[in-house]
């Protein structure tokens, strides 16, 4: 079985910082493509920032210039750089990897999500 632990959300002033850590672990031959999508009270789940493994990545238009993403794929970890936060930014932010060969077969796996909260 496959698990994404995440780490690094919180409350932080708007301005602020956090980074937001994803390291995927158990049975993993490879995985395709790994990302962070956020889920606001009330909305949709969208995608803030995804790579493929040849990667190249891509950004919500919402976070670009504010948000840097990296994946480290020796460590299986990718990471959320998330700069200048802004109150809108607020939501469960949840890891996604896609396209994971596992010694059992292919999947597509969630972490269990983290909270960052943007107020004063």
């Known amino acids: 079985q496959v698990q994404l632990v995440e780490s690094g959300g919180g409350l932080v002033q708007p301005g602020g910082s956090l980074r937001l850590s994803c390291a995927a672990s158990?049975?993993?031959?490879?995985?395709?493509?790994m990302g962070w999508y956020r889920q606001a009270p009330g909305k949709q789940r969208e995608l803030v920032a995804a790579?493929?493994?040849?990667?190249?990545?891509n950004y919500a238009d919402s976070v670009k210039g504010r948000f840097t993403f990296s994946r480290d794929n020796a460590k299986n970890t990718v990471y959320l750089q998330m700069n200048s936060l802004k109150p809108e930014d607020t939501a469960v932010y949840y890891c996604?990897?896609?396209?994971?060969?596992?010694?059992?077969?292919?999947?597509?796996?969630w972490g269990q999500g983290t909270q960052v909260t943007v107020s004063s």
């Open positions: 158990g049975s993993i031959l490879s995985i395709g493509a």
């Open positions: 790579s493929t493994s040849g990667g190249s990545t």
């Open positions: 996604n990897a896609a396209g994971v060969l596992t010694t059992t077969g292919w999947g597509s796996y």
